[in-house]
Nanobody, 121 residues
C-alpha cells in the first residue's frame, strides 16, 4: 500500500525558515508530478508549488522567491524549503503526488496526512 509521510513542520517566527519533506513508500512503478498544497483554517486547500519528472517547477505568486521545491527520485522524496516565512503562511501543508501503484491500471493522485506550519509574529 502506498503511503505519503510528511515531516518538518513546526513553529517558527516571522522571517524564519522551515524545510518540509514527503517520502513516498510502497510499491510504486512511476511518479510524475509532486506538489505541495496548504490549507489555512476556514480556507480552501490551495496549491503552493509543484515539480514534474524533468524538474520543471511551478510556484504560486505568494511564495515566489521565498519557497523552493525539489525532489529526489532515487528516494521518492519531495521537499519544500520555506524561507522568509510570514504569518499568512500558517497552514497545514500537504504533499500530493501523481503516481502509478504496482498492479494499478491507471495513475492516481495521492495525499499525505499533512504537517502543521505555524508562523508567529
Amino acid at each position: 500500500q502506498v503511503q505519503l509521510v510528511e515531516s518538518g513542520g513546526g513553529l517558527v517566527q516571522t522571517g524564519g525558515s522551515l524545510r518540509l519533506s514527503c517520502v513516498v513508500s510502497g510499491r510504486v512503478i512511476g511518479i510524475n508530478v509532486m506538489a505541495w498544497y496548504r490549507q489555512a483554517p476556514g480556507k480552501q486547500r490551495e496549491l503552493v508549488a509543484a515539480i514534474n519528472n524533468v524538474d520543471s517547477t511551478h510556484y504560486v505568486d505568494f511564495v515566489k522567491g521565498r519557497f523552493t521545491i525539489s525532489r529526489d527520485n532515487a528516494k521518492n522524496t519531495v521537499s519544500l524549503q520555506m524561507n522568509s516565512l510570514k504569518t499568512e503562511d500558517t497552514a497545514v501543508y500537504y504533499c500530493n503526488v501523481d503516481l502509478q501503484e504496482s498492479g494499478a491500471k491507471t495513475w492516481g493522485k495521492y495525499w499525505g496526512q499533512g504537517t502543521q506550519v505555524t508562523v508567529s509574529s
